[in-house]
């Protein structure tokens, strides 16, 4: 069973400060890897991708990916309280064409105005 | 209209019916897939299908059953509903490798 770690949290950072959320996965193969947020009592959205190791910036949002450590993590800069929600990591399984996601059970993220 | 729907949004159902839940999709994807989410447990893969005539069983298929109508439709059915089947259920579509997904509004389950 591939396994996809995350804090589970609460992180709780003020108006402003830079939210960081990490995820760790055991499939060395995988090639790609997805954040969602999730308000309460909402489906998952899609809200960063990333393929190749390094940085990835997308406006206040920065995905970085290491893959020799098989580390994910978002950066959110200048957070907002509309940043309050439910952060899940996803990672495929590598190989084949039997393609579908294992996802973290998320870091609860809570931004004090 | 959103790209993915399910129905009903909110369903309480006693224990031992059989409840179906629905989902449709415009988005043109071939894939599709069934989740359930649980208070610390997160997502978890019930059903996904490839194609009309493909449909793989996930890491916890015991108790639910699928049909794939037709590539934009797929179905989700609880043959004999019990009370920890109560979680919220999500369809999920995507248009293949290296790509995420995209979800429907979820359908809020409760067995009494």
């Known amino acids: 069973q591939k396994e996809v770690e995350q804090n589970s949290g609460p992180l709780s950072v003020p108006e402003g400060a830079i939210a960081s959320l990490n995820c760790t996965y055991s499939d060395r193969g995988s090639q790609s890897f997805f954040w969602y947020r999730q308000y309460s009592g909402k489906s998952p959205e899609l809200i960063m991708s990333i393929y190749s190791n390094g940085d990835k910036e997308d406006g206040r949002f920065t995905a970085q990916l290491n893959k020799a450590s098989q580390y994910v993590s978002l950066l959110i800069r200048d957070s907002q309280p509309s940043d309050s929600a439910t952060y899940l990591c996803a990672v495929p399984n590598s190989g084949g064409s039997n393609y579908k996601l294992t996802f973290g059970k998320g870091t609860l993220l809570t931004v004090n105005p | 209209d959103a790209d993915v729907t399910q129905t009903p949004r909110n369903r309480i159902t006693k224990t031992g019916k059989r409840i179906m839940l629905e989902c449709s999709q415009t988005?043109?994807?071939?894939?599709m897939y069934w989740y359930r989410q649980d208070p610390g447990l997160g997502l978890r893969l019930i059903y996904y299908?490839?194609?009309?005539?493909?449909?793989n069983k996930g890491e916890i298929s015991d108790g639910y059953s699928v049909s794939r109508q037709a590539q934009a439709k797929f179905s989700l059915s609880l043959e004999s509903a019990i009370p920890n089947q109560t979680a919220l259920y999500f369809c999920?579509?995507?248009?293949?490798?290296?790509?995420?997904?995209?979800f429907g509004s979820g359908t809020r389950l409760t067995v009494v």
């Open positions: 988005k043109g994807h071939d894939r």
């Open positions: 299908s490839f194609d009309v005539k493909d449909i």
């Open positions: 999920a579509t995507s248009v293949g490798q290296g790509h995420g997904y995209t």
